[in-house]
């Protein structure tokens, strides 16, 4: 049986419809600004945290696009043979009081990218938060697979080691009101 790892996200848009994305420096998939609940807490307090915390910018809480449960078998489904880890993420529509900082915290780089043309290196919740956020929904369950397809392995981080580049399409990071 595996524990349940609970996180919190949010998606963010700017004035031109781009969603705000991160990728921790030490490699991976991009992703929403947020991060895992280390401690129980309120999901809202806990994602407006997160994401100053990855983004240097305050944000206001608008609501819940969804609750998104990512694991290796169905809910109430048989257990698979190499369990992945079982992970439900609330995920919110929030608003940025002001711009990101010129230079975003350190572990994370960010990038505004257009809903439509997500780099493939995208989670399986980044991808279907951003196409319900994106229709307006709210209230969303979701029970999501991981895609064997885009899994990109996490390196381990070493000191020194390079940035990776950008996706295509992506622009600099500015979040805007």
Request: glycine share 10%; with cysteine.
């Amino acid at each position: 049986m595996s524990t349940l790892t609970w996180a919190v996200a949010a998606v963010l848009t700017d004035e031109a419809g781009r969603v705000l994305l991160c990728r921790r420096d030490r490699g991976g998939r991009w992703a929403l600004p947020g991060g895992r609940l280390h401690r129980p807490g309120c999901p809202t307090a806990a994602v407006a945290g997160e994401v100053l915390r990855e983004t240097g910018c305050p944000v206001e809480i608008v609501d819940l696009v969804g609750l998104y449960h990512l694991s290796g078998s169905p809910c109430g489904g048989p257990p698979t043979p190499d369990p992945l880890p079982d992970v439900l993420v609330h995920v919110f529509r929030a608003r940025a009081h002001r711009d990101a900082a010129e230079t975003p915290p350190a572990g994370c780089t960010l990038s505004w990218q257009v809903p439509d043309r997500l780099p493939a290196e995208v989670t399986p919740v980044t991808r279907a938060a951003v196409a319900d956020a994106r229709a307006g929904r709210s209230g969303v369950l979701r029970d999501l697979r991981p895609d064997p397809a885009t899994a990109i392995p996490t390196p381990p981080s070493r000191a020194g080691d390079p940035v990776p580049p950008a996706p295509r399409g992506a622009s600099a990071v500015r979040p805007t009101p």
